[in-house]
């Protein structure tokens, strides 16, 4: 046992010397520069460890969040009142019925008038009608001018058979051949008097022409 001791202690002598000349030698290097490089290069080898770091996974961005459109603005709607009264009832009294009108019977004709006793009749001239005007009675005027025409009349014969009024009907053309016709004719003309239903003499109308020629000698 003792000899174990022994060389156990000799072994860490041994091993303490070799410690302290590495020791020495690599101060020594350090100090003199001497193999700096190279013990730089062990030294690299034996410290430097590569360690390769884990580079974390680049994830790609989050897609971009979507931004919800707003929601349309929507009115309320209206309130509704439920609670409305109901419409007032109204009561329609329909009258009784009219009662048809009177049935009014068509008045009752005219009796027509008696038929008369005599036959009316209208004026009628007395002699000849030419004879009311002659180459005589043509206006001097007219006569040097040459001036001839027709004039129509229509004269009102009284009850008594004489001229009361004279008209021109149509005109001759000259006013002095007009006036010598109805100035003849009022003067010189009788007639029977026009008749009424009763017989009796009344007042009545005649109308005619008298024409205006120049005498031939």
């Known amino acids: 046992m003792a000899y174990a001791d022994q060389q156990m202690s000799g072994n860490r002598i041994t091993a303490f010397i070799i410690v302290a000349l590495l020791h020495l030698v690599l101060g020594y290097a350090l100090v003199t520069g001497l193999a700096y490089e190279g013990v730089k290069q062990i030294m690299k080898k034996v410290t430097t460890i590569d360690i390769k770091k884990d580079e974390p996974k680049k994830e790609p961005p989050p897609p971009p969040k979507k931004v919800a459109a707003p929601p349309p603005i929507v009115a309320p709607p209206p309130k509704i009142n439920v609670s409305v009264a109901p419409p007032p009832v109204q009561t329609v009294v329909t009258p009784p019925p009219l009662p048809p009108p009177p049935i009014i019977a068509p008045p009752a004709p005219v009796p027509a008038p008696p038929p008369p006793r005599f036959q009316p009749k209208s004026a009628t001239p007395k002699g000849n009608p030419a004879n009311w005007a002659t180459t005589n009675d ?4 007219a006569l040097r ?43 010189r003309a009788r007639f029977t008097p026009a008749m009424d239903g009763e017989g009796n003499p009344t007042s009545g109308s005649y109308s005619n022409r008298i024409r205006w020629v120049i005498p031939k000698d």
């Open 138 to 141: 043509y206006p001097s005027r």
């Open 145 to 187: 001018e040459e001036r001839e025409g027709t004039t129509g009349f229509r004269v009102t014969v009284g009850p008594d058979g004489r001229v009361t009024s004279c008209d021109v009907t149509s005109s001759s053309g000259s006013s002095d051949l007009d006036d010598a016709t109805c100035a003849n004719v009022t003067r």
